[in-house]
């Protein structure tokens, strides 16, 4: 399902992947740059708030309550697709394990010792599911796929080209890359994403991407929209 929105100014934040540390600067930030402003404003963060960074469920509990200075809007992430396929089907933690999942498991306190040697998914799966608060199920129940207001329309990894976005399937809006990265069609309009870590956030006519790799570089991405104008915010 795509929100629309009718903000006026956009704040869009890319992906997480545990840095709470990182995410809170940027919570600081964007309530210092909203304050004083009358502006209705929106906070998008576009998914993988778990996975490969330290603190996977400080991430969760943290946005569990809206910490933004605005509206916000939580979105969906590959990476959190990967976590629920966990739970339903424990074997799937077999490629989990290489994606950031170990990282996530323990930081819910779970041992990943066996998983690291292909063993009990099971009893992991159910220790996860276990450690899961209301709060944090509830929020991953919420997540939506895309976000759209004006000129920008914002999603995880990106679009399939030549397809309207009420028909984009969930399994593009998650975990596409090259058809959608090497296009420069005009969309209609700017698709805003993140999925695919690059060193300097890509400002380009038909997309802006944003995931700048914070469990890996230290650094976490905001860019804000109002009107055809944008800046960025970076902790």
């Known amino acids: 399902m795509t929100i629309e929105t009718s903000a006026e100014r956009l704040y ?4 997480i992947h545990g840095r709470l540390d990182l995410l809170e600067r940027l919570i600081e930030k964007i309530s210092h740059d909203a304050a004083g402003h009358e502006l209705r ?3 998008v963060t ?3 708030y778990v996975d490969r960074g330290p603190d996977s469920r400080g991430v969760l509990d943290r946005l569990t309550q809206n910490p933004f200075a605005t509206a916000y ?3 969906k992430g590959n990476h959190e697709a990967m976590l629920e396929a966990f739970l339903r089907d424990p074997g799937f933690g077999a490629h989990w394990r290489y994606n950031g999942g170990l990282e996530t498991l ?6 990943v010792e ?4 292909g063993r009990d998914f099971d009893r992991a799966a159910a220790q996860l599911d276990a450690a899961l608060t209301p709060a944090q199920r509830s929020f991953l129940g919420s997540l939506r796929l895309s976000s759209s207001h004006g000129k920008y329309f914002m999603c995880h990894a990106g679009i399939r080209p030549g397809v309207a976005f009420e028909r984009q399937a969930d ?3 998650l975990w596409i890359r090259d058809e959608f990265l090497m296009s420069t069609m005009d969309f209609g309009k700017v698709v805003v994403h993140g999925h ?3 060193d300097e956030p890509e400002v380009l006519p038909n997309r802006i991407n944003i995931d700048t790799g914070a469990f890996a570089t230290g650094r976490l991405t905001c860019v804000v929209l109002e009107g055809s104008a944008h800046r960025l915010i970076t902790a």
């Open 41 to 43: 404003s929106l906070t």
């Open 73 to 75: 809007v939580p979105l």
């Open 46 to 48: 576009l998914g993988d």
């Open 106 to 111: 323990t930081s819910f306190g779970i041992p």
């Open 171 to 173: 399994e593009d809006l």
């Open 114 to 117: 066996p998983l690291m040697r």
């Open 196 to 198: 695919t870590p690059v």
């Open 12 to 15: 869009v934040i890319g992906d």
